[in-house]
């Protein structure tokens, strides 16, 4: 579609002729229709202007595959017009869905630096959501050499960008020097008195874990020995994210499902690099999307995309539903993590019902991120009643949701608690303690 138009400075060059036609009129009658002259001559040198810009003979757009949450996308325009007088301006424009980008548009001016009638410039968008964007509108305008008319033109477009979950902490170089020490070396030396399977029988020295001594081996060989582990690998992890409604609410600018959604991410890297399987498995009202067991860092791309494909339900997550499906479907012993968040008391108490069935075969860990908006009106100074409501109503909400993570406590769950950007190293941490520890 090609529009023509006047740029607002023709705009005011047009507007200019009526108070020229006033001045006129009131000074020599006779001279008035110089004024409507005036805006026509304008309005006129306007479209030339306009069309001496020449057309488009192509409109191309590069985007790229893919991008991460949090990082900005970078989407080129070129264009190349037929016209060969210089361009005066030139911009683009993208229309793109509201739910990802929320004010629904990109725009970037264009240039032509060396005068060819060939077009380029990048568009940047800031995606707040995980998921496809899809670009549905593009329009592209430029002026001619003096500035007084616009030539447009748009196309529907359809090009889409998948949106992937931040990994940013699983490339940083400090993972990579860790990994080396506590990865590879779990890897490269057996565990004396951790692990689960046993390796050899050795000659018991000091400081040895007396419960390792094999008694009936030491009576027959006269010697005290003591049997020497391995650590267990292949095992089974699974991480169960809530996507209902309370972790799509945003902490620092993003949901908190995609926070979670990104530590998940860490520790299946450093999972799969240890040789275990992992498996994603979303829930909300109802079990949303589960994965295969895969194993292998090459296919960690895969768990990537799987995971920018949980979707954000505003409805209440059914933890009695999820557990209970996602028990029916393990058939070994497994390590479940679960990213939700105790705000309602009585999901809460559904909760800890479900957990109870869980936690006689499989060893469960919970991670919640610290509520940063309740602490803040808790912490608040209360200079009017309604804060004081506030912060009182705030302090309540906290002091439940302590007493659920007292619960998993003593139900003998282990508990990960802080923020957004500390709860990704922490549950790593905690991952790579049960391994040493061989509880699985």
Not at 390 to 411: E, F, K, N, P
Request: hydrophobic content about 45%; charged content about 20%.
């Amino acid at each position: 579609m090609i529009a023509v138009y006047p740029s607002l400075r023709a705009g005011l060059l047009i507007a200019a002729g009526a108070p020229v036609a006033m001045l006129l009129a009131a000074v020599s009658p006779g001279l008035w229709a110089l004024g409507p002259a005036w805006s026509a001559a304008m309005l006129l040198l306007a479209a030339l202007d306009a069309l001496v810009a020449g057309r488009a003979r192509s409109i191309r757009l590069v985007v790229p595959a893919s991008s991460e949450l949090g990082q900005a996308v970078h989407i080129r325009v070129e264009a190349e017009l037929s016209g060969r007088t210089p361009v005066r301006r030139a911009q683009a424009s993208i229309a793109v869905e509201t739910r990802l980008v929320p004010d629904g548009r990109g725009d970037g001016a264009l240039a032509d630096p060396d005068g060819s009638g060939t077009l380029s410039g990048t568009i940047s968008l800031q995606p707040v959501r995980r998921g496809a964007l899809v670009i549905e509108t593009l329009w592209l305008r430029w002026q001619g050499p003096m500035g007084l008319g616009w030539r447009q033109a748009s196309r529907a477009s359809g090009e889409s960008v998948a949106i992937l979950p931040d990994i940013a902490a699983v490339r940083a170089p400090a993972l990579q020097v860790f990994l080396k020490e506590a990865i590879f070396g779990i890897l490269a030396r057996q565990v004396r008195g951790e692990g689960s399977e046993f390796e050899a029988l050795v000659e018991y020295q000091p400081g040895f874990d007396r419960r390792a001594i094999d008694w009936k081996s030491s009576a027959r060989h006269s010697k005290l020995l003591a049997r020497e582990y391995d650590t267990e690998r292949n095992n089974q992890i699974v991480f169960a994210l809530d996507s209902g409604s309370d972790m799509c609410e945003p902490v620092a600018g993003l949901p908190r499902i995609d926070r979670a959604v990104s530590a998940a991410l860490l520790t299946s890297y450093v999972a799969l690099k240890a040789g275990d399987q992992v498996r994603l498995f979303s829930f909300a009202a109802r079990p949303e999307r589960t994965t295969g067991f895969v194993s292998g860092s090459r296919n960690f791309f895969r768990l990537q995309s799987e995971a920018a494909q949980i979707d954000y339900r505003h409805e209440e997550s059914n933890y009695t539903l999820a557990l209970s499906t996602l028990a029916a479907q393990l058939q070994r012993r497994s390590l479940i993590v679960v990213f939700t968040d105790f705000t309602d008391p009585t999901s809460a108490e559904l909760m800890l019902e479900s957990v109870g069935r869980l936690i006689d075969r499989h060893l469960l860990l919970f991670v919640a991120m610290e509520d940063e908006e309740l602490m803040a009106l808790v912490d608040q100074a209360p200079e009017a009643s309604e804060q004081v409501a506030q912060s009182v109503a705030a302090a309540g909400l906290l002091a439940q949701r302590r007493l659920v993570i007292t619960r998993l406590r003593h139900l003998g769950v282990e508990v990960i608690e802080g923020r957004h950007d500390e709860i990704g190293t922490r549950l790593m941490n905690a991952y790579l303690k049960i391994k040493r520890r061989g509880q699985l």
